[in-house]
């Protein structure tokens, strides 16, 4: 019965084969854990288990719907439909539209992104004549959504004198109010933000132990999987719902806990057996993606942490090769290395180039690369850029469909009401915005009744507004009856949007008019999918309310048998990053560019990790904390491990900064992996020479010999080997003594190699640290680093 067991190793079938009571699966990094938390389900479906009791958790939709299929395999395609899977967002955001009478919401609430949410934030700025360049709106969102994370409601905010004391302090006191305001305008508008999702949830079992309960007895067993990238809200709803019958395994690797900016808080799963003394804790070390060199390597790394579970990960893969160094000189010079590199490899190996990733610390880096893959015609794609569900033409498209459901939400509302043009100008807009924050209404209130309201505005314009509302009116009424892609291309033709695109002949016009037929296409897709029975109860719930509002038409005549629009909007509303990127492509085969917080989850069997440069990686925030340090190497051990055959690693010694030239050093993460495992170029010197390297340089100097054009300099760091440094001397020069630098003081005038004569006009912290501000004639103000700026003092 259970012979697909038989494809585990000894661990990981004892893991999945222990399905009572509270478990614990710490999976190293290509351990096989998403096999072992699939065979797991299947396995508590062959023990007798329904699928209907089975909640499980994972970080994106994606990863639930492969999941999905899988079990598929096992236990048959209907029972796992039963399942209830997915990520934390989509699964409970489905029992919010169940009970969200409960919490005074309608039950087809609007879901606002990011944007929708800083468009909200500005306007309540906007309300309150605060400064936005003070009151910067994606910060003040930050704030808030650190806040909900910690389930801070605005009120227990507003009453905290640690809050508003920190608020004062950054110039930000109505912060508190700022936030109350906007919690009370997504309510009026029938919206919650993706963070009102956990946090209402937790409202919802906190205050209605009914509730709570009727989930307890329904999720019999849960499983959570990266359980380290959990936050507070999500940590609670877990403990609260797996109370009864703590039947929960969480998986995830302490190692890889990257996400703290998020709220993630990695003493969740360290903290795991406070919470079930009676814990079963199984390691999964064995590593299938990577080398033996790369699996060395990376626990080289890691070992570093002092916060960790103790674990020695190991594969039985071959040896491979040893991680490459490349050193740059520039920021340019490493984005045309890295491409070249990519090049030879893909000639030498007949690769794909889609076997290759670029991973980097910030999105900003990204140019280089770019400019050096176009230069080389070697096709790439970046993630983390504009999805397509962000692009302007299918945000339009959206705001009508989101109002159509929901006619409360200001801010679909504020986006499509000029929307093709209809000659209702911004300043009509803003009468209509402080008329419904005058009386505490929502806007389409306002526009509803325009007779009830003082706003003057001519008769014209009323008009306008008039037919817009019956416009959207006729929309809403025709949503029982359609499927939702006849629906959809009904708003699209009707409201003008297809004609404006269609007309618009330019390259960028026919692109924008093709992504809203891309959009219909997938639309149509989806509602030739059959409806999961979780689908089903919500939709029941959906009509039901319908039923209560008393519609024109008669709702019985409705066909309960289609998918229908809102239940599009539920589904790609809560798409995760990862799920946005994974968009229909007729050409995947491209060379992969994106953050390292990006790439978590995938492998590749070729990967650069790029600029690893001190302050930058790790970056100049996280190294006076030793939990954030550790942070950002359990971040440089992810980029490490998603290698299954070649990892790469690159620095540049200068890069431009706020327009200014930076002197680099090399990352202390390259120095933690022991040399054995690394491959530098015989013509570079090894990263160490910023730390431990220096010294050695300096007393080696006596014993350089000179030719016409190269310095020959014994380093002593590799055994047997003499590295060759190129030098810009001609045969007359005479090489600076770096050590001399340290005498230097402010005022001193210098010469520079490349910048020329300069004056020292500052100088800041201590050697070998020391930072100089050079005032040069020709080249301006720079910022160099003494011990590497090559200066003779005139």
Known sequence: ?????????????????????????????????????????????????????????????????????????????????????????????????????????????????????????????KQFNLDDKIYKPSLVLNRISEAKNKLVSAAQYLNNPITQQEDSSSRKPLLGKVYEAYQRRNFKAGAMDFDDLLFQTNVLLRDFPDVLLKYQNKFRFILVDEYQDTNFSQYLIIKQLAARFQNICVVGDDAQSIYAFRGANIQNILNFEKDYPDLKTFK??????????????????????????????FTENEDGQKLKVIKAGSDNEEGQKIVNSIFEIRMQNQAKNSDFAILYRTNAQSRSFEESLRKLNIPYKIYGGISFYQRKEIKDVLSYFRLTINSSDDESLRRVINYPA????????????????????????????????????????????????????????????????DLANYIAVNSGIVKELYTDKTPEGVSRYENIQELLNGIKDF???????????????????????????????????????DEFMQEITLLTSVDKEDEKDTDKDKVSMMTIHAAKGLEFPYVYIVGLEENLFPSQLSINSRTDLEEERRLFYVAVTRAEKQATLSYATMR??????????PSRFIDEIDEKFLDYPEDQVSPSFSKNTFD???????????????????????????????????????????????????????????????????????????????????????????????????
């Open 1 to 125: 019965m259970d012979h697909y067991l038989d494809e585990l190793n000894t661990l990981q079938r004892a893991a999945a084969k222990a399905t009572e009571g509270p478990v614990m699966i710490i999976a190293g990094a290509g351990s096989g854990k998403t096999r072992v938390l699939t065979y797991r389900i299947a396995h508590i479906m062959e023990k007798g288990a329904d699928a209907f009791n089975i909640l499980a958790l994972t970080f994106t939709n994606k990863a639930a719907k492969e999941m999905k299929e899988r079990i598929a395999k096992i236990v048959g395609p209907g029972e796992a439909k039963n399942l209830w899977m997915g990520t934390f967002h989509s699964v409970f955001a489905k029992i919010l539209r169940i009970e969200a009478s409960k919490l005074g919401y309608p039950s087809n609430f609007t879901i606002y992104d990011t944007d929708d949410s800083k468009s909200v934030i500005k306007e309540i700025l």
């Open 284 to 313: 999964l070390e064995q590593n299938y993606r990577s080398t033996k060199t790369i699996v060395a390597a990376a626990n080289h790394i890691i070992a570093n942490n002092k916060d960790q579970f103790k674990k020695t990960v």
């Open 422 to 485: 209809r000659g209702i100008g911004q300043t009509t807009l803003d009468k209509i915005t402080v008329a419904a924050a005058e009386h505490d209404i929502n806007m389409w209130t306002v526009i509803s009744n325009l007779k009830d309201f003082n706003l003057g505005i001519n008769a014209g314009i009323a008009s306008k507004i008039n037919d817009f509302v019956t416009q959207i009116k006729s929309y809403s009424l025709l949503l029982p009856y359609k499927d939702a892609y």
């Open 527 to 565: 509602v030739e999918q059959p409806r999961t029975p979780q689908e089903n109860e919500l939709n029941d719930v959906i009509k039901l309310e319908l039923q209560k509002k008393e519609t024109e038409l008669a709702l019985e005549e409705a066909n309960t048998s289609i998918k229908t629009l």
């Open 656 to 665: 431009y900064r706020f327009g200014n030239v930076t002197y680099c050093e």
């Open 696 to 794: 050695k340089f300096r007393d080696n100097y006596n014993s350089v010999s000179n030719d016409s054009n190269t310095s020959i300099i014994n380093l002593n760091l590799k055994p047997k080997k003499l590295i060759r440094l190129s030098s810009s001397f001609n045969s007359n020069s005479t090489p600076a003594d770096l050590s001399l630098n340290r005498s230097l003081l402010s005022g001193d005038n210098v010469m520079h190699e490349k910048f020329g004569k300069g004056q020292i006009v500052s100088l800041e912290g201590s050697w070998p640290e020391t930072k100089a501000t050079i005032q040069f004639e020709k080249a301006g103000n720079k910022s160099l680093l003494l011990k590497f700026a090559r200066l003779t003092k005139l």
